[in-house]
């Protein structure tokens, strides 16, 4: 992760309400991609835990799992995604929608396990203490950490949410499913807005072709997304986000 | 947009005119601790702290209830959680020093609403309780950088909560082994 990311990663939080006492973003973040910085830089900062896991709590159903399960895939480093697969463990035991799970399965644990804090690494005694309090599923996921106490005093109303991230209504709507994640790599991912085909975006998104097929074909009903008429080569039909839709708004 | 200090303290000036505006709980004094306590005060960074204020002791007591209504209207203008200003760390109450209120420094007055945080050596006191447990503690210390004055007296204050301690099973080595820890680093 570059300097800037690691700086704005608390900035994004404060974006999206979480009462963190530094200026936000000035613009709404990539939620996916916030995660995945925030999986990153747990160890630096112990405070991110329980805060993202509040706000999962909370707001996990604005989150496209799919394409947070490819960026885990193809973009995550093996201690970042241990600490994600026990962020969002810690969610779903605090009431988040369980589908968030589909995640956490391709987080691999981190092994041999370490404690979750850099700063307690480096000493053998705090090492020990934080072994001896980790949490089940912190021992699990190979980073310990005590069981995550989540902090709803800290976290603003979903009409505060909306109202400074009016992108994130479009999220909601439609709770994260497949849709949200066929928007969000359209927008977010691919050069140009559009893909080749069906199949590729399948393989981009993090979803079988099938359920690609029937999410697509929703979308062009709601105007979201031109499939072309021309075919590519022999079969493929590309693929693209309506004219307006592009920017992240 | 944020709860940085600005805006905490414009929340916390909204309180006190909503209290002045009911006008019958007279002076009433909040004693802070935690994450608010470090930020009003300059020693923890924003990134490092969350906006929620933490209230270990309001006096007078039957005033606390017009405080969290008054509160409570103020975040519905601001858009904070509803119990941006609580009580809970009242339950922690017990990892504070003796005589931590005499030591108590006033930071802001809003009209009939006082605000006073901990002291610094009472604020290092109780997170070295809590660190091995909260390792945000840890990280808090380490950025607060205690001195070795500050720290002796956190082990007087853990030799005083072991001698006071009716749990047998209860223990402070953890915590001895974080002020030892500080000492190595600081």
């Given at each position: 992760m570059n300097r800037k990311a690691n700086d704005n990663v608390e900035r994004d939080w404060a974006r999206v309400g979480v009462l963190f006492g530094c200026e936000p973003s000035r613009e709404t973040p990539d939620l996916e991609r916030l995660l995945?910085?925030?999986?990153?830089?747990?160890p630096d900062n112990a405070r991110l835990l329980p805060l993202a896991v509040?706000?999962?709590v909370e707001y996990g159903q604005f989150v496209a799992r799919h394409r947070l399960k490819r960026l885990v895939q193809t973009e995550l480093e093996p201690e970042p995604q241990a600490i994600l697969g026990l962020l969002i463990e810690e969610a779903v035991r605090h009431g988040a929608t369980r589908e968030l799970l589909i995640v956490s399965e391709e987080c691999h644990p981190l092994s041999p396990a370490v404690p979750l804090s850099r700063v307690q690494r480096d000493q053998t005694s705090l090492a020990h203490i934080s072994e001896r309090r980790?949490?089940?599923?912190s021992q699990k996921c190979g980073v310990w950490t005590p069981p995550v106490e989540p902090k709803p005093d800290?976290?603003?109303s979903v009409t505060w949410l909306l109202d400074h991230n009016t992108e994130y209504r479009e999220r909601v709507i439609r709770?994260?499913?497949?849709?949200?994640s066929i928007i969000e790599t359209l927008r977010r991912d691919v050069p140009g807005h559009w893909v080749a085909s069906e199949l590729a975006l399948s393989r981009i998104s993090g979803a079988t072709r099938a359920a690609v097929r029937k999410a697509l074909e929703a979308l062009r009903l709601e105007g979201v997304v031109c499939v072309g008429t021309e075919v590519i080569n022999d079969r493929d039909h590309p693929v693209s986000l309506t004219e307006g839709l592009t920017a992240a708004r | 947009m944020t709860l940085d200090a600005t805006q905490l303290d414009r929340a916390l000036r909204e309180t006190g005119e909503r209290l002045a505006a009911e006008g019958d709980t007279g002076t009433v004094r909040l004693y802070l601790v935690g994450g608010s306590a470090g930020l009003l005060s300059g020693w923890l960074s924003g990134a490092r702290s969350t906006g929620?204020?933490?209230v270990t002791q309001a006096e007078p007591a039957e005033a606390w209830e017009a405080v969290i209504w008054a509160a409570a209207e103020v975040a519905d203008e601001l858009g904070l959680p509803a119990t941006w200003l609580n009580d809970k760390c009242r339950v922690y109450a017990w990892c504070l020093p003796l005589g931590w209120k005499e030591r108590s420094e006033p930071l802001r007055t809003f009209g009939p609403l006082e605000v006073w945080r901990i002291n610094r050596q009472d604020f290092i006191a109780a997170k070295v309780?809590?660190?091995?447990?909260?390792p945000q503690d840890y990280e808090d210390l380490l950025a607060v950088k205690p001195t070795a004055e500050e720290l002796d007296f956190t082990d007087e204050h853990l030799h005083r909560l072991e001698q006071e301690s009716l749990d047998p099973d209860q223990s402070f080595e953890?915590?001895?082994?974080?002020?030892?820890a500080l000492r190595g680093v600081l």
């Open positions: 995945i910085d925030t999986a990153r830089k747990c509040t706000w999962l980790a949490s089940d599923v800290a976290v603003r709770k994260g499913d497949l849709r949200v | 929620d204020v933490d309780v809590s660190a091995p447990s909260r953890d915590a001895r082994a974080i002020i030892e």
